[in-house]
C-alpha cells in the first residue's frame, strides 16, 4: 500500500510542472504523458483528444518504444465503429483479445480479474460532453485491487478536462477580444472616415463612395491630394476597412534619403545604386533585414509621397512590382498573400512639370484613382469641420468655448490652404488663446494672419503675439534657408540640418505653404 501511494504523490508533484503550459494544448498534453513516463516507466499511456479542432493522438515513452502493443490497440480501438473512444461517458477496460471496450461499474470490478485487463482507459470531458480517452496498461503490480487503477486514472481524466477548460476559456476570452479590437478599430475607422469625408457636399459623399468601393479591391490604389486633405488618414481608412485589417499596415515615406529608403523597401543596402543598376554585385547576405514588400505580406503598403522617389529607386519599385505581377498572389508572404500597394502624393504625377514621375510605374500603381478635393472646393463642409474639431478641443481642456457669428463666418470666408489639417490647427489656437468662452472675430483675424504670412521673406512673416521669442527665431531661420535655396524645401533642409519631414512640420506650424507657393515659381 505505501508503494501505490507514493506513486499517487509523485504523478501528483509531477503534473503540477504541466501547469507551466496549461494554455497550450499540444505542450500540456504531452506535459501528461511526458510525467507519466518519469513517474512510472514501466506503464504505457496514451491519451487521445480533440485538440486545435483535429484528433491527435500523445503516447508516453514506454507505449512508443513496444513498437505495435499499446500504440497499435489505440489506434484500433480509435478507428473501430467511428472513432468509439469519444462516446464512451464513463471508465472502461478493454480485456484480453477483445476489441469491444466494457464499461466498469461496482459489477465488473469484482467479476473480473486483473490480469485480463490490458488496457483501462477514463473518458476525458469537455463541457460536459466527451472530447477524447486517456487509456493505460497499468499503474501497479496484479495484487494492487483495480479501484486502485480506476482511481488514479480518473485523477488524470479529470486534470485533463480542467486544462482543456481552461484553454476553451482563454480560447474564447481572446476571441471575444479580437472581436472587440475589431469593432473598437472599425468604430474608430467609421469616425476617421466621417472626418476625411465630413460634410453633406456632393464632393464629400462621392469621396466615401470611392474609399468603401476600393476599400477590399486587391488592385493598387493611389490617392492624391494637396497638403493637409487627409492623404494618409485615407490609405490608413483603406487598409481598416478591408479585410486585410488583421494583417500589417506598414508605411514607408518615400522622401528618405536614397540608402535609408533602399533599406526600407527592399531590405538592402544602397551600394548598387551608382547608374542605376537593378541588382547589387556579388552574392547577398545570407540574413538580410526584411523590406517592406515582406513586412506588409497580406496587409497594406503605403508608399507615402511616391513622388519623391529617386529616378534609380523608380526603376527598383517598377522592376519589383512586375515581378510581384508575374508571381501572382502568393508571393511575397509568409501568409501566402501580396501586400496591397496604396500610393499617396500631393502633386499630380502626370503634370507637365513633375513629367520626371515614369508614366509606367504611375500605371502600376494608379490602377483605382482616388483625388481628395481642397476645402475650397467644398465650401459648405467648413462649418461642420470647425465645429467638429472645436467639440474635441472643448472637451479636451475642458472648456465651455464658443464661436460668435461673425467669428464663424470670417473662419467660412477664408479659402484654408492648409485644408483640413489648417482648420483643425487653427480651431487648437483659438480655443487655447481664447480670454473668454466666446471667440471673436477680431480673434480669428489674428490668428489667420500668424498661420498664413503676407508676401516679403522676414516682414511677410508675422508669428502670433503669443508665440515665444524662440518660435520667432525659427521663423526667421527656416523663411531665411528657403529664399537662400530657391524655396526648395528639401535643399533648406539640408542647409539647416533638418529632415524633410521636420522642414514639413515647421512650414506647416508657422504657416508658410502660401509664401513658398507665390515665390517658387520666380527667377
Known amino acids: 500500500m505505501d508503494r501505490v501511494c507514493d506513486v499517487k504523490l509523485n504523478i501528483f508533484s509531477a503534473l503540477h510542472r504541466v501547469l507551466d503550459r496549461a494554455l497550450h494544448c499540444e505542450q500540456s498534453l504531452e506535459g501528461v504523458v511526458g510525467a507519466l513516463s518519469q513517474v512510472v516507466p514501466h506503464t504505457g499511456a496514451a491519451v487521445v483528444v480533440r485538440c486545435d479542432a483535429e484528433v491527435r493522438f500523445f503516447f508516453s515513452r514506454c507505449a512508443e518504444e513496444t513498437g505495435n502493443g499499446l500504440e497499435q490497440r489505440v489506434r484500433t480501438l480509435y478507428k473501430k465503429d467511428m472513432g468509439i473512444l469519444f462516446r464512451l461517458p464513463q471508465p472502461f477496460v478493454l480485456l484480453g483479445d477483445a476489441t469491444e471496450p466494457l464499461f466498469l461499474d461496482r459489477k465488473t470490478l469484482h467479476t473480473i480479474r486483473k490480469e485480463q485487463v490490458r488496457l483501462f482507459g477514463a473518458p476525458i470531458l469537455e463541457a460536459g460532453e466527451v472530447a477524447g480517452a486517456i487509456l493505460v496498461d497499468r499503474f501497479f503490480d496484479d495484487r494492487t485491487p483495480m479501484l486502485e487503477e480506476v482511481q488514479v486514472l480518473s485523477f488524470l481524466a479529470s486534470f485533463i478536462d480542467r486544462l482543456l477548460g481552461l484553454q476553451a476559456r482563454v480560447r474564447r476570452r481572446e476571441e471575444a477580444l479580437v472581436r472587440e479590437n475589431r469593432a473598437l478599430r472599425a468604430r474608430v475607422s467609421e469616425d476617421s472616415l466621417e472626418l476625411v469625408c465630413f460634410g453633406r457636399s456632393e464632393a464629400a459623399r462621392r469621396l466615401e463612395a470611392q474609399i468603401r468601393g476600393a476599400a477590399n479591391a486587391d488592385a493598387p490604389v493611389h490617392i492624391s491630394g494637396e497638403p493637409g486633405t487627409g492623404k494618409s488618414l485615407a490609405a490608413r481608412l483603406l487598409h481598416e476597412l478591408s479585410e486585410r485589417l488583421r494583417f500589417p499596415f506598414v508605411r514607408v515615406h518615400c522622401a528618405l534619403p536614397e540608402e535609408v529608403l533602399e533599406k526600407e523597401l527592399f531590405g538592402r543596402g544602397d551600394d548598387f545604386l551608382q547608374a542605376g543598376m537593378a541588382e547589387p554585385p556579388g552574392p547577398l547576405p545570407p540574413a538580410r533585414p526584411q523590406g517592406a514588400f515582406e513586412r506588409a505580406a497580406g496587409g497594406t503598403l503605403l508608399l507615402d509621397e511616391?513622388?519623391?522617389?529617386?529616378?534609380?529607386?523608380?526603376?527598383?519599385?517598377?522592376?519589383?512590382l512586375d515581378g510581384l505581377l508575374n508571381e501572382g498572389p502568393g508571393a511575397p508572404g509568409a501568409e501566402g498573400t501580396a501586400a496591397r500597394i496604396v500610393s499617396v502624393s500631393g502633386v499630380d504625377l502626370l503634370a507637365a512639370h513633375t513629367n520626371a514621375f515614369r508614366k509606367d510605374l504611375f500605371g502600376r500603381l494608379g490602377t483605382l484613382r482616388i483625388h481628395i478635393p481642397p476645402v475650397r472646393d467644398r465650401k459648405e463642409d467648413i462649418p461642420g469641420l470647425i465645429e467638429h474639431f472645436l467639440s474635441r478641443e472643448r472637451r479636451k481642456e475642458g472648456r465651455k468655448t464658443q464661436i460668435s457669428t461673425r467669428a464663424l463666418e470670417k473662419l467660412c470666408e477664408h479659402d484654408w490652404p492648409g485644408n483640413i489639417a489648417e482648420i483643425r490647427n487653427t480651431v487648437i489656437r483659438l480655443v487655447v488663446m481664447a480670454e473668454g468662452e466666446q471667440i471673436e472675430a477680431g480673434?480669428?483675424?489674428?490668428?489667420?494672419?500668424?498661420?498664413?504670412?503676407?508676401?516679403?521673406v522676414q516682414d511677410r512673416v508675422t508669428p502670433l503675439s503669443s508665440w515665444s521669442r524662440l518660435d520667432k527665431i525659427e521663423i526667421r531661420e527656416v523663411s531665411a534657408a528657403l529664399e537662400r535655396n530657391s524655396w526648395v524645401r528639401r535643399k533648406a533642409a539640408d542647409e539647416l540640418g533638418l529632415t524633410f519631414r521636420q522642414m514639413n512640420y515647421r512650414v506647416k506650424k508657422y504657416g508658410l505653404d502660401t509664401l513658398i507657393k507665390e515665390n517658387k515659381g520666380k527667377k
Not at 306 to 319: F, K, Y
Not at 444 to 452: N, P, Q, W
Request: hydrophobic share 40%.
Open 443 to 456: 480673434e480669428v483675424e489674428s490668428v489667420l494672419r500668424g498661420a498664413v504670412p503676407a508676401s516679403g
Open 306 to 320: 511616391v513622388g519623391e522617389l529617386s529616378p534609380a529607386h523608380q526603376v527598383r519599385l517598377l522592376d519589383t
